[in-house]
């Protein structure tokens, strides 16, 4: 399968699909270790302990074409992918962070391309005993992501995920579908813009020819088999996202 840029039109299709981001309410449970007051790198440093536990996933939810709309070969469509536990932060820019697991497992990957060629990722999800593993990496922008979206923790019911789980989401905020919000970008500024999206799942080597296969999205999520780590980690993240806005 051929990797794939994000497109101005994705962008912008984004807006229309995600207009509504949904609110969060009640407030997770603190760390007890983890200081209110806490700054950016003593956040990050309790964030990646924990977040080794998680399941980590990315959804790209794009509105379906509409009746009449043409369909091109960057027609954005919806996909999920979930990869097995193991991250750790491997590096730290600013607000940037990178999330790397030397050997992750595709758990769940869905798509609604309707070319299975042109999906993010060529291999299927299984169970992790049968799943080959690659390393990984999740790119996240810290200052894109909104401190109130997205979900607190919630009992997770799906085929294939462990009786007993707790997920946690966090979105995009809307501004970040938008890049440019007053003025015409320049080439240099779209390319970057394209270049650096502010979620990124990547699974090296996973393709046809070794080739790196990734996806873009807009919600972030991590899966927890206990329910008081999920909600520690929760308000630990969303601290994290309020010391970068």
Same mark, same amino acid.
């Given at each position: ?11 912008? !299709? ?11 309410l009640g407030q997770s449970k ?8 806490? @700054?950016?790198?003593? @956040? ?9 536990? $998680? ?19 960057? @027609? ?23 999330? @790397? ?18 999906? *993010? ?17 999740f790119t996240i922008r810290l ?30 905020? $809307? ?17 970057? $813009? ?11 080597? *996973? ?12 919600? !972030? ?14 308000? $630990? ?9």
């Amino acid at each position: 399968m051929k990797s794939r840029e994000t497109t101005p039109r994705l962008l912008i !299709l984004l807006v229309v699909g995600l207009i509504g981001v949904s609110g969060v309410l009640g407030q997770s449970k603190r760390p007890p270790e983890l200081n209110p007051r806490a @700054t950016l790198p003593e @956040t990050l440093s309790w964030i990646g302990k924990a977040v080794t536990q $998680a399941r980590v996933g990315l959804d790209n939810n794009a509105p379906d074409p509409q009746p009449g709309e043409v369909v091109t070969d960057v @027609t954005p469509y919806s996909e999920w992918v979930e990869f097995s536990s193991g991250f750790n932060i491997g590096t730290i820019n600013g607000c940037k962070i990178e999330l @790397t697991n030397d050997k992750a497992q595709l758990i769940r990957f869905s798509s609604k391309y309707p070319d299975p060629k042109k999906a *993010s990722f060529s291999i299927r999800q299984g169970s992790e005993s049968d799943q080959p593993a690659y390393p990984a990496s999740f790119t996240i922008r810290l200052d894109n992501l909104s401190q109130k979206g997205g979900k607190r923790p919630y009992e997770y019911e799906k085929k294939g995920v462990p009786v007993g789980s707790w997920r946690v989401e966090y979105r995009l905020r $809307a501004i970040s579908y938008v890049p440019f919000p007053t003025h015409v970008p320049t080439k240099g500024e779209m390319k970057q $813009a394209i270049l650096n999206p502010p979620l990124k799942a990547t699974l090296k080597g *996973s393709g046809e020819n070794g080739r790196d296969e990734f996806m873009t999205g807009d919600t !972030l999520s991590f899966l927890f088999a206990d329910k008081g780590k999920a909600e520690e980690f929760d308000a $630990a993240f969303r601290l994290a996202i309020s010391r970068c806005q």
